[in-house]
């Protein structure tokens, strides 16, 4: 069998997209592929349009099964091609979009999915919105990225380390930790003192060391979903007085003082308190990606919804319980046994590609005071419930192992295309009766 | 007792306020003034300056005097002789007790410890107040008392939970969202047609200004060396540096020929010169709004949900009321939203509500939008047409409107927090959830977060919509008790005789107070 796939965004252009829309296709595309090579052939294509039918072509005169599977949401997927295609799209809202707008058809994903006649994507919250504007029976699969065994194995590796003393990590790029930094110098223009951060100064290596209670959250701060604002001003009142009590926020995106300047105004405008702020803007080269994991005890989620969320699915698959609501596709993998959860309440909002911003579907707005109360109890079991704690480590591997490992996303893929060809040849053979 | 009063905006300047931040305060000076009236003689002072001379000129008789300041402490005189107590409308769960920008009077602990007491609406911004001054701090609760104003309106009218139909007139215009046209798709730009866009293609190529020939450099140098050698701009009506035609010359005529890596070397050199002319600001068409100096009528039945608000009140949380309105009842045709605009300015709320509905849209319930002013038969038709009155605040010091419809027999759907937390629960509304979300003292410059608000759950509110209508529809002795429930509650807040009572026992006046005629007819402000 033949797989081809294609995102938009690639291995060469992926720095200058890091943070603009659709970017994290291009990080799924690249989780699945191996699990891909398992059953098929996989060929990446840079050109949907010119080398998707060619190479379909040849596989035909082979008799070789092939499908196209594009990593792109629904409005932009090719729905011309003779070669059987298959989006693989992120969604975290109520409904999916049901009426073309701005001139494009495609916009009324149902086009798509007709045309399509399957499709997949990581959550049953998805799979649940997606037939509920098709039909029950509409072929879709939730296939999360298929992180944990990457992730597990380096989770065992960082528990033979004793994580009892600080860590170190090395950081080419921007650091701001809120202990050393004049928090003045993000203040109203007219109050402004002291030194801030010098954007255009070339980037150079930083250490950064962790220890106490580290919460990590990594996330694009331009993605409008993502609630920095709560998760940063709910530590900040919870953990006023607790002087090792550290939020390390990982931030992704393609310019340095876009991301941290509405953050940087944040850790001035909550102060002022004992708790450890630390953002990080740069490259963490993989063993000092996996010593962040290490120092983390908790990862956190504060967003309207999340189509999949890869950091907390890594973060998870190797032991660290999260502090996050349990909605949209996180009701797959969160629980009390893993999380501490936040309490949300839905609130309506417009689909996020929609220029008219018509309200038209819900996201998930969380509860402040819950989220304090998630840190504070979070915290305790930390410092003074270990076991409690190991039990919830043990707890979230064992969730995302059946969430999101490789052997879960091979089965579905298998069971998804069998199905897929089936159906193609049945439709096939009643076009020739 | 003599009670100066005075308050930053006054009956001939309330027209103008409408919306200001400090507008609620004459409104509670206007409903203070009878209580104070029957326990003592009122005077109305039009500047803080007078209240000494007053004093002293009372005093001077053998007559006693206190100076009530319906304005927030920091704007409040601190070195009056006159006793002074500070009338303070507050939503916030705590208050400031630290200066800034070098103002001690910020610092309202600093001066409410001068002032000795204080009076507030709520209990909520009583236990705000004795957190930071201690809990022996003396602080009188007195919501206004306004339930006897609502007499008539309670014989008149019992309340229904379905308007059979109602006619609401307003001086001023209405929007109603049956009549807009609205329509989410117009929210973009038409594109082009084929033929706009070539005609608009032509009309660029003929503004293009003709080759640059080595006659028309020439043309141009001369031009405007010329205007630059005589210097003939100065005497223009609007007078044109001689150095800007030195510019138009290097920008018309000269700069494509410099190489493009001298540009910026020479923008940094010869600003005056070689500085890029700055972009004209386009300004925006002129907003079509209707006309406000007329009497506009309309229509409503059926279940009529009502709100009063000011569009630039960043506590309403308007946006939210109306979205879970039109959601919850996108497919009720008989379900109405009436909102009363505090507002004066229609250019300042216009496009955001005008966008909003055509967001929202299509719906098949109804919003109504009302602009301008009620009189006081106008505004009594507008107490009776509703079924509910509709609150989604963030915070609330006491919110006069909510109180006036439940005066009215009419049961709401709002929050219980703050000021809302003394008169709203369970039996009198359908009740709002909400979680407490950080925010700043708003006259704070520093915008740093100190207090905390609340933040209405939409999914909670949406919810209320839904239960009340279908109490409204479907169970109709439900309503009626709902409704009685909600005129005893406010019989209860703010009835007039008790709360003359414990506004007598915190000024000492008890003795008098009970001498004194109730005055409930002459109530009414």
């Known amino acids: 069998m033949l797989i081809i796939i294609h995102s938009e965004t690639n291995q060469h252009t992926i720095t200058q997209n890091l943070g603009r829309s659709e970017y994290s296709y291009y990080f799924v595309l690249k989780e699945y592929r191996p699990v891909l090579e398992r059953i098929g052939r996989v060929i990446e294509v840079a050109d949907p349009q010119t080398q998707v039918d060619a190479l379909y072509g040849e596989c035909l005169a082979r008799g070789e099964p092939c499908v196209f599977l594009s990593f792109s949401p629904p409005h932009r997927t090719p729905v011309d091609l003779a070669c059987p295609t298959v989006p693989v799209f992120a969604w975290e809202f109520s409904t999916i979009p049901n009426e073309p707008f701005a001139g494009e058809p495609r916009n009324d994903w149902r086009s798509v999915l007709h045309a399509c006649g399957a499709a997949v994507t990581h959550s049953s919250y998805t799979v649940a919105a997606v ?191 999260a502090v996050a609501p349990r909605t949209t596709a996180m009701i797959d993998y969160l629980s009390a046994e893993n999380a501490f959860l936040i309490e949300s309440t839905d609130e309506l909002t417009a689909w996020p590609h929609d220029p008219r911003k018509a309200f038209r579907t819900l996201r998930y ?8 109360e998630a840190y504070r109890a979070s915290y305790d079991v930390a410092k003074n419930q270990p076991q409690r704690y190991a039990a919830m480590s043990a707890q979230a591997v064992d969730s995302l192992q059946a969430f999101c490992s490789q052997a879960v996303a091979e089965q579905r893929l298998r069971a998804f295309l069998a199905q897929l060809f089936e159906h193609r040849a049945a439709a096939g053979e009643a076009c020739q009766a | 007792m003599n009670f100066i009063l005075y308050s930053d905006v006054s009956d001939s300047s309330i027209s103008q306020s409408l919306g200001r931040p400090e507008y609620s305060y004459y409104f509670v000076l206007k409903a203070y003034r009878p209580l104070l009236e029957s326990l003592g003689r009122v005077h109305v002072v039009s500047a803080p300056a007078e209240v000494d001379p007053l004093y002293r000129r009372l005093l001077a008789a053998g007559e006693d005097s206190v100076f009530l300041s319906f304005a927030p402490p920091q704007k409040t005189p601190a070195d009056l002789q006159c006793p002074t107590v500070c009338v303070v409308a507050w939503e916030f769960d705590s208050i400031p007790d ?132 005589l210097d003939l701009g100065r005497d223009l009506a609007e007078p044109v540096p001689r150095v800007k035609y030195l510019q138009n010359w290097y920008w018309e005529g000269v700069r494509d020929r410099v190489p493009d890596n001298l540009h910026a070397w020479l923008e940094q050199r010869l600003p005056a ?114 079924t509910f009155y509709v609150n989604a605040s963030r915070c609330e010091g006491l919110c006069l409107p909510l109180m006036e419809f439940m005066s009215s027999g009419k049961p709401v759907i709002a929050p219980a927090h703050t000021a809302m937390e003394d008169y709203i629960d369970e039996s009198v509304a359908f009740v709002v959830r909400s979680s407490e979300e950080l925010t700043i003292w708003p006259q704070d410059t520093r915008i740093i977060y100190r207090t905390l608000r609340y933040r209405p759950d939409w999914g909670s509110l949406k919810s209320a919509y839904e239960n009340s209508y279908r109490m409204a529809t479907a169970h109709p002795q439900d309503y009626q008790r709902m409704s009685a429930a909600a005129i005893e509650r406010m019989h209860d807040y703010c009835a007039f005789a008790p709360l003359q009572t414990r506004l007598a026992d915190f000024f000492a006046l008890a003795s008098t107070a009970a001498d004194i005629e109730p005055v409930l007819d002459n109530a009414s402000c």
């Not at chain 2, 019992?158 to 609205?182: K, M, Q």
Request: aromatic residues 8%.
């Open chain 1, 365 to 372: 707005v969380t509860n402040w005071a819950s989220l304090c």
């Open chain 1, 131 to 321: 037939r509920e504007a098709m039909s029950a029976d509409y072929p879709i699969s939730a296939i999360p990225a298929p992180v944990w065994d990457r992730f597990a194995a380096r989770g065992r590796q960082a528990q033979d380390h004793c994580a009892a003393e600080p860590l170190r990590l090395t950081i080419k790029g921007v650091v701001a930790d809120s202990r050393q930094l004049d928090l003045n110098a993000f203040a109203p223009e007219h109050l402004r003192s002291g030194e801030g951060i010098d954007f255009a100064a070339p980037v150079t290596e930083q250490t950064l060391s962790l220890e106490g209670v580290v919460y990590t959250s990594v996330f694009n701060p331009g993605d409008g979903r993502k609630n920095w604002e709560d998760m940063l001003s709910a530590f900040c009142v919870s953990f006023r007085e607790v002087e090792d009590a550290t939020l390390v926020l990982k931030l992704t995106h393609f310019d340095a003082e876009e991301a941290l300047a509405d953050i940087l105004h944040h850790l001035y405008k909550n102060q002022s308190y004992r708790c450890r702020i630390v953002l990080i803007h740069g490259y963490l080269a993989d063993p000092d990606y996996e010593r962040l994991v290490q120092a983390t005890r908790y990862v956190v989620n504060t967003s309207y919804g999340e189509g999949q969320c890869l950091p907390l699915m890594e973060f998870m698959s190797c032991g660290k319980p």
């Open chain 2, 98 to 229: 630290e200066q800034w920008d070098n103002d001690p009077r910020q610092d309202w602990t600093q001066m409410l410890a001068r002032q000795g007491r204080v009076i507030t609406l709520s209990s909520h911004t009583a236990r705000a107040i004795r957190r930071a001054m201690g809990e022996d701090f003396p602080v009188l609760v007195l919501p206004t008392a306004l339930w006897e104003r609502f007499s008539d309106i309670r014989q008149a009218h019992v309340p229904t939970p379905i308007n059979a139909g109602a006619t609401l007139a307003i001086r001023g215009c209405i929007f109603d969202s049956r009549e807009l046209g609205l329509s989410a798709d117009a929210l973009l730009p038409v594109p082009l047609t084929p033929e706009e866009e070539a005609a608009l293609a032509a009309e660029i190529e003929a503004a293009r200004p003709p080759p640059l020939t080595l006659k028309r450099r020439f043309v141009i140098a001369r031009h405007y060396l010329r205007l630059w050698a």
């Open chain 2, 273 to 386: 010169i070689c500085g890029a002319h700055p972009i004209p600001l386009s300004e925006p068409p002129p907003l079509d709004l209707p006309a406000t100096d007329g009497i506009v009528e309309t229509r409503v039945d059926g279940v009529v949900y009502v709100s009063v608000f000011n569009p630039k009140d960043g506590r309403k949380n308007w946006h939210q009321l109306i979205t879970a309105f039109c959601w919850a009842f996108r497919e009720q045709p008989d379900a109405t939203l009436v909102v009363k605009i505090t507002q004066n300015d229609l250019a300042l709320y216009y496009s955001e509500l005008m966008t909003l509905l055509a967001q929202l849209s299509p719906f098949a319930c109804r919003v109504v939008v009302m602009h301008g002013y009620l009189d006081d038969a106008q505004y009594a038709e507008l107490y009776k047409a509703a």
